[in-house]
């Protein structure tokens, strides 16, 4: 795999390769960068393989935090809470964070931020990503992606909860 922090101004986009299997890739054009999975429908772990480094991704409570944890160990190496469906801090044990918010009412669009408000990443739906210059060397950049990409799937997941939810309630 190529690192991430090498495809700043490419295009970049989340793949589901095996419609069947809960696994995604990220890629540039044929170029694999990242892929994500879970090793069963009812997991709360979301596993994550890069060039730039391997996480799991653990689902806490209500899904308002996540754990970022070592694969090998399960040490915890960051936490994410989310802030409304719009929102989320990524806070590392050093005091570094991240901000993921939605940049548009009306479109599908999100941005990772840093502590200073300069913008890292675009992602435009759950798929199309953007890096920006400020992304160049920054050693959490594989990190912050996959958790964008979580985030985003977990807000996909209660928007169809809800749209299920409602005309039964409603009957």
């Known amino acids: 795999m190529k690192s991430l922090s090498e495809c700043i101004g490419q295009q970049l ?5 095996h419609l ?15 892929s994500i999975y879970s090793k069963g429908v009812f997991s709360s772990l979301v596993y994550v393989e890069t060039a730039d480094g391997n996480w799991m991704i653990e689902r806490k409570g209500l899904h308002q935090t996540m754990r970022i944890l070592h694969p090998d160990t399960g040490t915890e190496l960051a936490t ?8 989320a801090t990524l806070v590392f044990p050093d005091g570094r964070e991240y901000r993921w918010q939605r940049t548009s009412f009306w479109h599908d669009e999100w941005i990772w931020l840093n502590n200073e408000g300069i913008p890292l990443l675009h992602v435009k739906g759950w798929s199309h990503i953007q890096l920006e210059p400020a992304a160049q060397g920054l050693p959490e950049l594989a990190l912050l992606i996959a958790l964008g990409w979580f985030l985003h799937k977990q807000k996909e997941k209660e928007a169809a909860t ?10």
């Open 13 to 17: 986009q989340w793949v589901h390769p």
């Open 20 to 34: 069947l299997k809960s696994e995604y890739e990220l890629r540039a054009g044929d170029e694999l960068l990242a």
């Open 80 to 87: 994410s809470k989310r802030e409304g469906s719009d929102q």
């Open 162 to 171: 809800i749209a299920a939810t409602v005309p039964t309630v409603m009957s």
